[in-house]
């Protein structure tokens, strides 16, 4: 059973940093393509970044050059290293996994991220 456990969230405020992590367990990992979206209530969810099984990363508007996705295979965790955050950044944080051997994709439960004024 593939489990997702995102952490790292938390109240910043403006022009801070912080760094999430997404722990996956239960798959090989090195066959996950890995990606963040972010939510705010009431809308969908949006794709921030992702990061291929070799480690290329690619990056939304919303988080180029100021976010980066890394992955430590060792580990089987990916991070997103936030910073020069902004007001608009607040939202729950997803990780996504899609395995590229069976196709499944999963989700975490998200990771609330608060930004303050």
């Known amino acids: 059973q593939v489990q997702i456990v995102e952490s790292g969230g938390g109240l910043v405020q403006v022009g801070g940093s912080l760094r999430l992590s997404c722990a996956v367990s239960?798959?090989?990992?090195?066959?996950?393509?890995v990606a963040w979206y972010r939510q705010i209530p009431g809308k969908e969810r949006e794709l921030d970044a992702s990061?291929?099984?070799?480690?290329?990363?690619s990056y939304q508007a919303s988080a180029k050059d100021r976010f980066t996705i890394s992955r430590d295979n060792a580990k089987s965790t990916v991070y997103l290293q936030m910073s020069s955050l902004k007001p608009e950044d607040t939202a729950v944080y997803y990780c996504?996994?899609?395995?590229?051997?069976?196709?499944?994709?999963?989700w975490g439960q998200g990771t609330q991220v608060t930004v303050s004024s």
């Open positions: 996504r996994t899609i395995s590229l051997r069976s196709r499944q994709v999963y």
């Open positions: 990061i291929s099984t070799g480690g290329s990363a």
């Open positions: 239960g798959s090989t990992f090195t066959e996950n393509v």
